[in-house]
């Protein structure tokens, strides 16, 4: 069966500290990779998607990136955070073939 | 400019009875439509979807109603138990997925 990870599960950060969240995936291969952000009273807000490694698209312009070094594996990482940065990321994946995406445990990010 | 809307932020239900959340959507080009549920601190869970081309889809106490014409979709959620208890969010989409703001349901013994 799959399985999604992504650690940390929490992490409280300064202002103007860099970032990196990884997200792995089992048991398939070559998903679709999501990563979404839940601000607090907000919705789902997707950042970034890749079908392929070193395949990138970002939905909303800022100070995240993402990088997909390997098939499983999707990492969002910033350079220097915002306080605007915090909230609840989420690691998604897809077969590519259904539409279905399946979430991780999120990571609770908090820029102070 | 959001393109998938839960207009109802919260919704409580007596349990035995009927759940209906509602959604709606602008875009005519989404081809398919999920639903997930969520519990606090946790990554959302896939409930149960939709393809554009039905007007139903039916999951055990679930239920999800799609109406094109009128770019609207509801969940209904028959009997409702207190684990039903959760914000439930509706996507739709392609390729990419477009969320609401999620509707948290309280299901009262």
């Known amino acids: 069966s799959q399985t999604i990870h992504q650690w940390p599960a929490t992490l409280v950060q300064p202002v103007g500290s860099p970032l990196s969240l990884e997200c792995t995936v089992e048991?398939?291969?070559?998903?679709?990779l999501y990563w979404y952000r839940q601000a607090a009273g907000r919705g789902l807000q997707l950042l970034f998607y890749s079908v392929g490694i070193g395949q990138i698209s970002s939905e909303v312009p800022q100070n995240l990136s993402a990088s997909r070094p390997q098939d499983r594996q999707f990492i969002l990482s910033s350079k220097k955070l915002l306080l605007s940065d915090s909230g609840f990321y989420l690691c998604?994946?897809?077969?590519?073939?259904?539409?279905?995406?399946?979430f991780g445990p999120g990571t609770r990010l908090t820029v102070t | 400019d959001q393109q998938v809307k839960q207009n109802s932020p919260s919704l409580s239900v007596q349990e035995g009875r009927i759940s209906i959340l509602n959604c709606d959507y602008t875009?005519?080009?989404?081809?398919?439509f999920l639903w997930y549920k969520k519990y606090p601190a946790e990554g959302p869970t896939f409930l149960i979807s939709i393809s554009s081309i039905k007007d139903k889809n039916e999951d055990g106490r679930f239920t999800v109603f799609l109406n094109k014409s009128a770019k609207h979709l509801s969940l209904h959620i028959v009997p409702s138990q207190p684990g039903d208890s959760a914000v439930y969010f509706c996507a739709g989409g392609w390729n990419q997925f477009y969320f609401g703001t999620g509707t948290s349901l309280t299901v009262i013994p």
């Open positions: 998604a994946w897809s077969t590519g073939r259904t539409y279905e995406q399946y």
């Open positions: 048991g398939t291969s070559n998903p679709n």
């Open positions: 875009n005519s080009m989404f081809d398919y």
